[in-house]
Structure formats: C-alpha cells, structure tokens
C-alpha cells in the first residue's frame, strides 16, 4: 500500500471517521484500513496467516484444491492468530511460510520461515492429471515441465513474460530465460579483453563491410542492434564529440555568461545544471516582455475604441443634423 494512502487512512482515523466510510471514500477494504493501521511486521505476518487459513480452509479459494482439497489442514491451534505468532514469531521481511514436508499441513513441527529459493527446492513434483488440467501454465524447461512461475523466479522476470517467449517460439532453456534462441554472454571476454568504445566502433565497422550479420555481430559484443546502427549512422569523431560532451560540460565551472556553478548558484535538474542567476534573468526578461506586450495591448485596444467612439458619435451628429434640415424644408 502506497504510504500516502497509508497516512490518508490513518489522519481519518485519527479525526473520527468510520472504517466503512472510509473503504466506500477510498475504495479499499475494511482489511486494507485495519493492515494500514498495524506496523509493518505484524501487517506481514497477518497476511500470511490470513492466506494460510484461506487456502486450506475456505472452499471458493482458487488454490483450495492444491491445499485444502488434497488435505492440507490448519491445527486447531493455529486457528488463533495470538498462538500462530507464539509459535513463529512475526514474519521477517523476504521469508515466507515453508512446510517442510508438504504433505502435512500447518503446524508448528512443520513449519518455519523461509526464501523463495528454499522454497523452490522443497517443492514437490507435479502430478501427470494436474499437467494436464493447466497444461497452458506448464514449458518445457532444463528437461522437465515447470510452471512458469517456477521459471519466471529463475529469470528475474514476470510470468507472462515466460508465457509470451514461449509462445513466440523461444522453446529453449536460453529462449526463456533470456529472450534470445542462443545466447552468447561475452564469448569474446574469454579469448582477450573486451575492447574499449573506440576499437569496439571499429570492430563494428569492419565486420559490417564484411558482410558479418548484425545479430551475430550483437551476440559477440553484447550490444544491441540499435547500439550498431548508431555506429554506422556517425563517423568516429562524431561518436567522439557525442561521448565526451557530458564531460565536458561537468568539467565546465561558469555558465556561458560568466556565472560560477557555486552550489547557492546551481540548479540540478533532471542530471543536468543550469545557472540561477541566468534563469532569474530570463525570467526578468519574459515578465518585462509580457508586461511590455499588455500594455501595448491595452493601448492598441484604447485607441480603437476612441476612434470608434468618434465615429459613432459623427454619425449621430449627422444623423440630427439630416433630421434639422428636413423638419426646417417641411
């Protein structure tokens, strides 16, 4: 829960304010707004076992037939949260709740706090009926069908990022973990060291006039293909002046106008420095050439609406003036 929210649900709750008022302003659960007034251990800990009785307990669970439905049982102590805490303590941050073996349900000669990678170790093999009743959330992987979630931990990446190499056809333990069918990390670095940015450059441009494939040349240097379209668009001394030009404006210590880059006098923004003095200037200037632009303004406006005012005022004389010489004939 993001802390601005956090500190939202606490100032309402400090002024009075009901839960359910609060879940139906904020659009959170009442669990969220009780969790959000808790300190952040015991927030963790009563999630875990909140999901521990959820899954073994309540049948409309989606993961009650993994746990629940084949067995998997809270012990009648356990059922009370003041006990659970007695036996495990609060849950220490990056652990989750590990049954050692896992066909014994939850109690506390079976259970400790452990990481993932534990995790993954103790877990046990699937079945050939639940490979084939999610059979879509199962690849191929190092010789054995694995859920993708399995691997998306191995790969540091998202599940549906495992899904979407896999369907796209990188079906190879590389494919998935890597995006590529074959990956070659650095295969150079083990014949001499890798070449520095001017002698990599040329490298590029040598293999390219030799008709070497860019996704071969990429695969060898580890660098991407956009990477090797720039070395081809600029010349060296372009990629020169393209490189250094961040150094040499760091090494830089007045503005082009003379101004020092002292700390009172520097603007940080965004990794780059700009000169107070300057921009207070600049902003002189626009509010002087706004003002300057108002009142001309103003004036053009003004000196129309007399020159109109003088005509409408001509043309009424006129008009009484017809109307006199008229009614003097008549």
């Not at 309540?58 to 993961?63: A, F, I």
């Not at 081809?232 to 372009?238: A, T």
């Amino acid at each position: 829960m993001k802390p601005e929210l956090v500190e939202q649900i606490k100032k309402m709750r400090n002024d009075g304010v009901a839960t359910n008022v609060i879940a139906r302003e904020l659009g959170i659960s009442t669990w969220a707004i009780f969790a959000a007034m808790l300190p952040e251990e015991e927030a963790r800990t009563r999630r875990v076992w909140n999901s521990m009785k959820q899954r073994c307990l309540n049948p409309k669970n989606t993961r009650y037939s993994t746990y629940g439905g084949r067995g998997i049982t809270v012990c009648e102590r356990w059922k009370s949260y003041n006990n659970f805490v007695a036996d495990m303590g609060l849950r220490p941050a990056g652990l989750t709740l590990e049954r050692k073996n896992n066909d014994l349900g939850y109690n506390p000669e079976n259970c400790v706090w452990a990481d993932w990678a534990t995790q993954y170790a103790n877990k046990r093999p699937p079945t050939e009926a639940w490979i084939a009743g999610t059979r879509k959330r199962f690849v191929l992987f190092r010789g054995q069908k694995v859920g993708i979630r399995e691997v998306a931990a191995v790969a540091g990446v998202a599940p549906i990022t495992i899904w979407q190499r896999w369907q796209s056809g990188l079906r190879t333990d590389d494919g998935l973990l890597y995006g590529r069918a074959n990956f070659t990390s650095r295969p150079l670095s083990k014949l001499w060291p890798m070449p520095d940015r001017s002698e990599r450059d040329g490298l590029v441009r040598s293999w390219v006039a030799l008709g070497l494939p860019k996704t071969a040349i990429s695969q060898l240097l580890d660098i991407s293909k956009g990477t090797i379209s720039r070395i081809l668009r600029f010349s060296p001394q372009e990629r020169a002046r393209r490189t250094t030009g961040g150094a040499n404006m760091r090494a830089k210590t007045h503005c082009p106008h003379g101004h020092p880059y002292s700390p009172e006098n520097t603007i940080l923004y965004r990794g780059s420095r700009f000169c107070r003095t300057c921009k207070k200037l600049e902003t002189n200037a626009r509010e002087k050439r706004t003002k300057r632009y108002l009142r001309e303004s103003r004036r053009a406006w003004t000196k129309e609406y007399l020159k109109k005012k003088r005509l409408a005022r001509a043309a009424v004389k006129a008009m009484l003036a017809g109307n006199g010489t008229r009614e003097a004939k008549g």
